[in-house]
């Protein structure tokens, strides 16, 4: 029994440390951030871009570095569906049908943590969920750090990963293809 005792204070102590090397910022995406999810189809491409209005307010994240990694706990933005303009109301109905908009309000990308390559490359652990579906990505984001950070990058993304079927228009003569482009530049105020 003293073993078992000796084994979780030990184990408790050892959680009380790591809980404490977690340091909390207040982060704010700043408007003059941008968003864009961009298609195509076989008659035009198509780019959708984040009203920053929608965005929530200031969130407390924790983040800790170890070497040239940093890791991160609350680290999410949360976008809502009906703040992308994808410039008609006819295609912002299709994104929205597309999404299941209805079912599922909201985009979350979820960054649990940055290697850095350098002081101002890294690779970005990002989880990203749409219309319920979780998937994990590794994205290249260059890196400005300061009072406000900035964090720009784009990912290529299969919207069949995520179970969604592309509209398809007058009789299927006109096809969304699946892949879309997610390019953002987030700033980012301490």
């Known amino acids: 029994m003293k073993k078992i005792a000796f084994v979780l204070l030990v184990l408790f102590h050892s959680a009380m440390i790591h809980a404490q090397d977690f340091q909390n910022i207040k982060a704010t995406v700043l ?9 195509d189809s076989n008659i035009a491409a198509f780019q959708c871009e984040f009203d920053n209005s929608y965005l929530e307010g ?9 070497g040239n990694t940093i890791n991160f706990n609350g680290a999410v933005l949360s976008l809502n569906n009906r703040g992308f303009d994808c410039g008609s109301k006819g295609i912002n109905r299709d994104f929205h049908d597309l999404l299941r908009s209805d079912e599922y309000p909201k985009i979350r990308l979820e960054v649990n943590k940055i290697d850095l390559s350098s002081p101002t490359l890294g690779s970005a652990h990002v989880i990203i969920t749409i219309a319920g579906k979780h998937r994990t990505y590794n994205v ?12 720009k990058g784009k990912l290529e993304v299969n919207i069949k990963n995520y179970d969604l079927e592309p509209p398809k228009k007058l009789f299927g003569m006109i096809v969304v293809k699946d ?7 987030l700033h980012v105020k301490k």
């Open 58 to 66: 200031a969130q407390i994240v924790k983040y800790r570095k170890t």
């Open 179 to 185: 892949n879309i482009e997610i390019e953002f530049d």
């Open 31 to 39: 408007p003059s951030s941008q968003l864009t999810i961009i298609g």
């Open 140 to 151: 290249p984001v260059k890196i400005k750090t300061g009072t406000i950070a900035e964090f």
